[in-house]
């Protein structure tokens, strides 16, 4: 997977089986989708032995939710560490965005799509990605807040649908086109919330 926004997995032991089943998973359900990759795809890339497999996942439901939660903390930690490294300008999100954007294998944001395939069809799916959009708009606000105060948590809240804007609008090839929109609405939003 070249998904420059996640950050390195959080197994202790990336050979162990568990982590080769959720690395394969990962890639494959990003790829194909929640429902595009069956458990016998999963069990040969992953080169474990089926009950090695269900000993850890004992259903596949299982093993969505922990590439959800696993995908959650990386991205995450992945994107807190981009931003650690940049001036608290919203503009810069966009930037972050589209360099993730540009990617040979993006497919959008694997929390809308996970929604938007199976909704509260698997349990806890839907709760995942809430507490994914929760815990980056929490993120920006801390990160804009030397710079905006108590006016942070409004500002994220807003810029936060300009990025699912864009992270949808990239989904469909328009990633590169919306660079400079994104950047001019995210400086709108900050400009509203900067001025005195």
């Given at each position: 997977m070249s998904d420059t926004l996640l950050a390195p997995p959080d197994d202790p032991n990336p050979e162990g089986a568990r982590a080769r089943i959720l690395e394969t998973a990962s890639r494959l359900f990003y790829q194909h989708g929640l429902r595009g990759v069956g458990i016998d795809r999963i069990i040969a890339e992953s080169g474990v032995a089926k009950m090695s497999f269900y000993r850890h996942f004992p259903a596949k439901d299982d093993l969505i939710r922990a590439y959800l939660e696993g995908?959650?903390?990386?991205?995450?930690?992945?994107?807190?560490?981009?931003?650690?490294?940049?001036?608290p300008e919203l503009a810069t999100v966009a930037d972050i965005l589209l360099a993730w954007a540009?990617?040979?294998?993006?497919?959008?944001?694997?929390?809308?799509?996970?929604?938007?395939?199976?909704?509260e069809g698997i349990?806890?799916?839907?709760?995942?990605?809430?507490?994914?959009k929760d815990d980056?708009?929490?993120?920006?606000?801390?990160?804009?807040?030397?710079?905006?105060?108590?006016?942070?948590?409004?500002?994220?809240?807003?810029?936060?649908?300009?990025?699912?804007?864009?992270?949808?609008?990239?989904?469909?090839?328009?990633g590169e086109l919306l660079a400079d929109d994104g950047r001019w609405l995210l400086q709108r939003v900050e400009a509203e919330f900067g001025a005195e």
């Open positions: 995908r959650h903390r990386r991205w995450l930690a992945g994107f807190q560490a981009r931003l650690a490294a940049r001036p540009v990617e040979p294998d993006y497919r959008g944001c694997a929390f809308i799509n996970a929604v938007a395939e199976v909704g349990a806890g799916v839907a709760a995942i990605a809430r507490a994914h980056l708009q929490r993120l920006l606000a801390e990160w804009l807040a030397p710079r905006l105060g108590e006016r942070a948590p409004m500002a994220a809240r807003c810029a936060m649908v300009v990025v699912e804007g864009l992270i949808v609008r990239s989904q469909m090839g328009e």
